[in-house]
């Protein structure tokens, strides 16, 4: 009798430990194959913003900082620590215009790239040309020349993983090099990933805003984010500032079931995620 508990007991552990194991692999990979990005603005926030983020279950933070130093080799050793990786976040809509800038701040990436332990992911750039002044007046020659500097960038940078945010609207026609199409397809040909800022307040919006970027994402075999917003001045429907986090996790939830396997949801920004009410 006691040799037969000792292997039902053995036998119950065996299963224990299996079913263990399978649900941290599903966990993992769940947190792989779907990322949860957030964009991250201000380097001077406090440890309790990371803390947040690892809450959510956030994997990929976008850092805005010209800090090359100490500072920031801390805060991605912090996020690695907790499973998020870490993106440079940069982005002037003057860069389309005048590279010289955009050239020095990759040169002090890669500087601290390689005199670093703890060190960046790649390159996440949101250099928006319709915050240009002269945007109305010059929408297809700025678009253009957009669209010119991120074939510059895969060109002149090819070693580098570059990413870019997109609004979900940039479908003008331009030509570059001899070839038109859609301005979305030529910086999602030339872009290591894209983050489309498909700022809609539920599931359903953000996925129609977005088909023909998951479409064309799904013919070049590439990656999409789909960016959400959390504060807005734009209207109701733009951002999840009215509707609170509840509802917004669970139009996120949903969201994630309607796309693809490797496609990721980004939230604006962690300080108003943060702040965001709760419902």
Known sequence: MKKKVIIVSLVLLFFVLVVGSV????????????????????????????????????????????????????????????GMKVFWLAGEYEWIENYSNLEKAIEEYLIYQNNYKYVFEGIHLDIEPHQHPEFESKRNELITKFVGLTYYLKDNYSSLYIEYDLPFWLDDVVTYDGVSKEAFKHVMDTSSRVTLMSYRDSA??????????????????????????????????VSFMEEGKEYMHEQLRLLKEKIPKGYGIVIHHIYTYYHLKNN
């Open 204 to 237: 359903e919006k953000i996925y129609d805003v977005s088909k023909e970027e998951i479409e064309y994402a799904k013919e070049i075999g590439k990656n999409l984010n789909l960016g959400v917003e959390t504060e807005s001045e734009e209207g109701d429907n």
């Open 23 to 82: 649900l941290l692999i599903k966990k993992f990979n769940d947190k792989e194959e779907n990322v949860l990005g957030v964009w991250w603005w201000n380097d001077e926030l406090g440890n309790e913003y990371l803390e947040f983020a690892s809450e959510n279950n956030i994997s990929e933070i976008y850092y805005c900082s010209s800090k090359f130093n100490e500072e920031t080799n801390e805060f991605i050793r912090k996020a690695n620590s907790k």
